[in-house]
C-alpha cells in the first residue's frame, strides 16, 4: 500500500473540510430556539347597566298608561286619605284603580302632601312646613311595595315652588318619583293668610320647575317624569299660554274643581278648553267635599266619560 502523502495545502483544505461538516452537524444537531408564543386574552365587555324604567316598564309615561290614585299626609284627615296604614290605603286605592284601565293600563299614583301650607308662619316665615324625610321614605316605599309612582305635591305657603321642590332633590333623583304643584295654596302677597285667599302662580314658574326637573332626567338618564299642576278655578294660575314642553317631563293639568257634579263637570270643560299641545288633561275628586255638598262621588264611567277623557284621576 502506498504512502498518500498530504501538502500543506492539501492538508489545510481537508481540516477546514472537517471542521465545516462537525459544525453542519451540531448545528443540525442543536433545535433553532422557539419564539415566545403569545397567549390573546379574550376579555369580554362589561354590558351596559340597564336604563331606568318606570315601575310597570317603559320610560314614557303615555299612551301606554293613565294616572290613578289617591293623595294625603299623615296626621291631615282633610288633606286626604293616604295617611295612616298605608298597606290598607293602598288595597282600596288598586281596587278603585282598577275601573280606570279599559284602553290603558293603570299606573298607581301616591301623591304625598310633602310640603304643607299652614295656618300661622313658621319661624322663617314660609307659612309652610316640610315632612320629615322619614315620611317621604315610607311613601315611596309603598308606592314601589305596587309598583306605583310617588309624587311629592308642594303647597308653598310664602315660599316658592322652585325653593321647595329643590328640597326634594334627593329623591327626585329616583326613575319614580315627580312633582305636583297646589298654585291656590301659593301666596303672592307678604300679608295674605293662606286659607283665607286663593293663591297663584304664573306658567313662567311652571317652567322653571319643568326646566329643572328635565335637568335632573337629562342627568340622571331618568324615565319620564310627571309635573302635575292643580287648578281650582281661573284665577290661581296666570299667563297659561307661556307654558312650553321640557324633554322628559310630562305636564299634567288636574282639575280640582269641588261639590256638585253638573258643577265640576262645567268647571273641567272650561279648564280644559284651552290646553296647551303638550299639556295632559287630569281630574281630581274630594271624597268629604264632593259629597258634603254635592251630595255624592261621580263614579269612575262618569269620570272616563269627560271629554277629553282625564289621563290622570286622583282622590283626596
Known sequence: MR???????????????????????????????????????????????????????????????????????????????????????????????????GDREVMPVFELIASIVMAAPEKDNTWRRRVPDSVVDDYLKAARADKGILLLNIQPGHSDFLTEVKAYEKWLKEPDVGVALDP?????????????????????????????????????????????????????????????????????????GRGYTGAKIVTYHSLVAHLAPDVHPGFKLFFDEDVQIGGRLMGPKEVMSLSPVPEYVMYE
Not at 310627571?226 to 324633554?247: G, R, S, T
Open 184 to 256: 291656590e295654596w301659593a301666596m303672592w302677597k307678604p300679608d295674605q293668610k293662606p286659607g283665607e285667599v286663593y293663591g297663584r302662580t304664573t306658567g313662567g314658574v311652571i317652567n322653571d320647575v319643568g326646566a329643572y326637573l328635565s335637568d335632573l332626567v337629562e342627568k340622571y338618564d331618568l324615565p319620564e317624569k310627571a309635573l302635575v299642576f292643580h287648578q281650582v278655578n281661573v284665577y290661581v294660575l296666570k299667563d297659561e299660554a307661556a307654558i312650553v314642553a321640557h324633554p322628559g317631563v310630562v305636564l299634567i293639568k288636574s282639575v280640582d
Open 3 to 101: 504512502d498518500v502523502l498530504l501538502c500543506p495545502r492539501t492538508l489545510r483544505s481537508f481540516f477546514v473540510a472537517i471542521t465545516v461538516i462537525v459544525l453542519a452537524g451540531c448545528a443540525a444537531a442543536v433545535p433553532a430556539p422557539r419564539s415566545p408564543s403569545v397567549e390573546v386574552a379574550h376579555v369580554s365587555q362589561p354590558s351596559a347597566a340597564p336604563r331606568p324604567m318606570l315601575p310597570r316598564g317603559d320610560r314614557t309615561l303615555f299612551p301606554r298608561y293613565r294616572l290613578v290614585g289617591y293623595c294625603g299626609t299623615p296626621g291631615a284627615p282633610a288633606l286626604g286619605a293616604m295617611r295612616g296604614d298605608l298597606a290598607a290605603r293602598t288595597k282600596e286605592m288598586m281596587k278603585l284603580a282598577a275601573s280606570y284601565g
